[in-house]
């Protein structure tokens, strides 16, 4: 089935419908956009996802990921429109697209499987396993005193943007202290299962 064929049949069909779910949301790591949870977002999870949507084929182990506009409405016209954007023009899809991460909008819902394994934690600069204010003096010490860079960088790149810098001080202070937004896995950090 060619794309424009999977666009029109979704728009006559794929209306989008909220889920409804009591179970707190469990965070787990995944691409938004890959909805067949491989690891990479391309031709294969259209027909994943027009399969759900007009066939009834399987569920997606990560419903975040098949939420590709990240509006809360999944299997829509509007995911399958953003997830054929990215596919054929290389658009960007919301975070944590293209890397690995958790979901920065709150909306209830989760993943059963993770789709990524994560070996080191963002924010972590320390390797101690936990998040404090020890961290942020390393890194402050590595970004004002050229201390030791964190091991990998990706520890200390707490906004995942693939730079050590002032931003990622703010963004781990936000965290430590005022209950901030969850450091964003970058690089090595956290890479497809
Ligand atoms: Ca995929
Ligand atoms: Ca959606
Ligand atoms: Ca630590
Ligand atoms: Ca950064």
Redesign the pocket.
């Known amino acids: 089935m060619s794309f424009s064929k999977i666009f029109f049949t979704s728009l006559i069909l794929g209306i ?1 419908m909220p889920l409804l779910s009591n179970s707190p949301a469990q965070a787990q790591y995944f691409i938004r956009g890959d909805v067949n949870c491989d690891g990479l977002v391309d031709s294969s999870d259209v027909f994943f996802l027009d399969s759900l949507m007009n066939h009834g084929g399987p569920l997606p182990a990560c419903l975040d990921a098949a ?8 299997f ?1 016209i ?2 399958m429109v953003y997830l054929l954007r990215s596919v054929d023009l290389g658009l960007a899809l919301p975070p944590p697209f293209p890397n690995c991460g958790t979901d920065p909008t709150f909306d209830g819902y989760t993943c059963s499987v993770s789709c990524c394994t994560c070996t080191f934690k963002p924010g972590d600069t320390n390797a101690d396993d936990k998040l404090s204010l020890s961290d942020i003096i390393v890194l402050v010490n590595h970004v004002f005193k050229g201390g030791a860079k964190p091991d990998p960088a990706c520890r200390g790149d707490a906004d995942g943007d693939g730079m050590l810098d002032l931003t990622d001080l703010v963004y781990l202070v936000n965290f430590v202290f005022r209950a901030g937004p969850d450091p964003i896995p970058s690089g090595v950090c956290c890479q497809p299962t």
């Open positions: 989008g939420d590709v506009n990240d509006d809360g409405l999944f829509s509007a995911d």
